[in-house]
């Protein structure tokens, strides 16, 4: 049972690149997230989607987009890669959105440099 | 607006004693908590949490305390082990909203 699979778990790009980060949970929830984490900053919520069909902006969605595949995949994509967005970003599921008995699961991250 | 604080950026506490995290919150909206723990190069995980409506929750080595008035909270644990080192998240919910708001993590270092 892999949970949630993040791909790459690295990631170089210069200034301007675009790039797609992946992300696919076998887990059969229905919510997923995208958070980033930032030294001092926590975890703060960029996207996520409720169900199946569906997407959200959360804290800080600027810069980002995302495409819910089917129940299983939950893609970001950076058109246009700043400074500002190195980080690392950590994908999330949970059975439902944001419930008390439903906490989230997440992947092991993508480490993202942007020169 | 940080809503959610953790600001103990670190600790360090001897293998066997008590480990005491700590969390204040400013939205008297928030009714759920929740504590996540991370190892390097992990995503977190889940560890436990509590409803607005208790003012502790245990789980073996594990206690939440809730300090309504104070919109304060705590996590203990005891006996602390060498596998207690990680970053740990709090982390909170309103109702009705759509996202958790996370601390911004305390270092658990645990000396043997």
């Known amino acids: 049972n892999a949970g949630v699979t993040q791909t790459p778990k690295f990631q170089v790009l210069k200034t301007g690149q675009s790039m797609t980060l992946q992300c696919a949970q076998d887990m059969n929830h229905n919510s997923m997230y995208w958070y980033r984490q930032d030294p001092g900053m926590g975890l703060r919520l960029i996207y996520y989607s409720a169900s199946e069909g569906t997407t959200d902006k959360g804290e800080v969605p600027n810069g980002y987009n995302v495409s819910r595949l089917n129940k299983r995949e939950f893609s970001l994509r950076l058109e246009s890669a700043a400074p500002s967005q190195t980080s690392v970003y950590f994908c999330a599921s949970s059975e439902l959105l944001s419930s008390y008995n439903s906490p989230l699961h997440f992947g092991n991250g993508t480490r993202l440099t942007v020169t | 607006d940080q809503q959610v604080k953790q600001n103990s950026p670190s600790l360090s506490v001897q293998e066997g004693r008590i480990s005491i995290l700590n969390c204040d919150y400013t939205n008297s909206m928030f009714d759920y908590f929740l504590w996540y723990k991370k190892y390097p190069a992990e995503g977190p995980t889940f560890l436990i949490s509590?409803?607005?409506?208790?003012d502790k929750n245990e789980d073996g080595r594990f206690t939440v305390f809730l300090n309504k008035s104070a919109k304060h909270l705590s996590l203990h644990i005891v006996p602390s082990q060498p596998g207690d080192s990680a970053v740990y998240f709090c982390a909170a919910h309103s109702r009705g909203a759509q996202k958790l708001v996370f601390g911004q993590g305390t270092r658990l270092t645990i000396n043997p």
């Open positions: 509590i409803s607005s409506i208790k």
